[in-house]
């Protein structure tokens, strides 16, 4: 993984078929996908139960381009090494899981994955104001972590407050959560530069479809053209 502040769409699997998620990964990056996103839930940090290591593990093979797995579990730190050995290139834990953050991400590192720190809508920017250093992306919820297909919560003011906390740190800002055409310009103006998108790039299609998955990443990306 080589830094640049390019936008890069993340479609979320989550809502690809659960059935077919090797043809659905294959699928979305032969369409233009730059990271695939993998959401864990563990039905106690957030409402909703969905994929462990072995999941992981199973997509690994099909991913060619970045994993990017979110963790929306607490605690993080005993899985850390389970979800390395499963192949993540990216693993981001939420500052509100557990009390050691600082702790989380060196970990995180440690175990040779570029280290992520989520902050859910409620969440300041200055939560991660001291932990910059060890972070190699912030993702900013745009919805209120659990399940897919929300409404977009505008925090685009955090966005901005963070782009000039990072300064010319490599740390991508992600934003996660309600990402359409739409919305996509404006958190990509405030300096956001990873959009995950779920349902907003597997709407209509399928692997059979998967032409249509290319015009949702392309009307993502083409609505922040004009931005970057």
Request: overall charge negative; aromatic content about 6%.
């Amino acid at each position: 993984m080589t830094f640049d502040r390019r936008v890069k769409i993340a479609p979320s699997i989550l809502s690809a078929d659960f059935a077919d998620f090797g043809r659905e990964i294959q699928a979305i990056e032969a369409q233009g996908a730059d990271w695939v996103h993998v959401d864990v839930m563990d039905g106690h940090f957030v409402p909703n139960l969905t994929f462990g290591p072995p999941a992981v593990k199973a997509f690994r093979p099909h991913v060619k381009t970045v994993m990017d797995v979110h963790l929306m579990i607490s605690p993080v730190d005993p899985y850390i090494q389970a979800y390395a050995d499963a192949g993540a290139d990216v693993l981001t834990a939420h500052v509100e899981a557990g009390p050691h953050i600082h702790r989380t991400l060196q970990a995180i590192r440690g175990a040779g994955m570029k280290a992520g720190v989520a902050l859910n809508p409620g969440t300041p920017a200055e939560a991660v104001a001291h932990v910059l250093d060890l972070c190699d992306l912030v993702c900013v919820m745009t919805v209120n972590p659990g399940f897919g297909g929300q409404s977009f919560i505008d925090m685009t003011a955090k966005v901005r407050q963070l782009r000039s906390m990072i300064g010319d740190r490599p740390v991508h800002i992600e934003i996660d959560g309600g990402v359409t055409p739409e919305t996509a310009p404006k958190v990509v103006e405030a300096g956001a530069d990873v959009l995950v998108a779920g349902s907003a790039v597997f709407k209509g299609g399928s692997v059979s479809k998967p032409e249509v998955y290319g015009e949702n990443i392309r009307a993502i990306r083409l609505s922040c053209d004009t931005l970057v």
